[in-house]
């Protein structure tokens, strides 16, 4: 067995629990993902909003993918905040 499959091997009960973490929490993630989203963009004075945005929803879309279970359909995702002024 080589390196990469023994390092898969032990990481695969790691990707399970997150996994279900994300699935229980998406909810909460998702709007933590927004405030970081909306506080990192008053700090930079809106001047990386697509930026962030896009940012913020590969980061939910990973999170949809992850607390999905078999290939169930996927979370719903708000529509991103509209970006600060």
């Known amino acids: 067995m080589g390196f990469l499959d023994n390092l898969k091997a032990k990481l695969g009960p790691a990707k399970d629990k997150v996994g279900d973490l994300a699935q229980q929490h ?10 970081a989203a909306r506080t990192v963009d008053q700090k930079t004075k809106g001047k990386y909003s697509d930026k962030i945005d896009s940012g913020t929803r590969k980061a939910k879309g990973a999170v949809d993918k992850l607390g999905q279970k078999g290939g169930g359909t996927p979370g719903t995702t708000p529509p991103p905040p509209p970006p600060a002024s």
């Open 26 to 35: 998406g909810g909460k993630i998702e709007q933590g993902l927004d405030k």
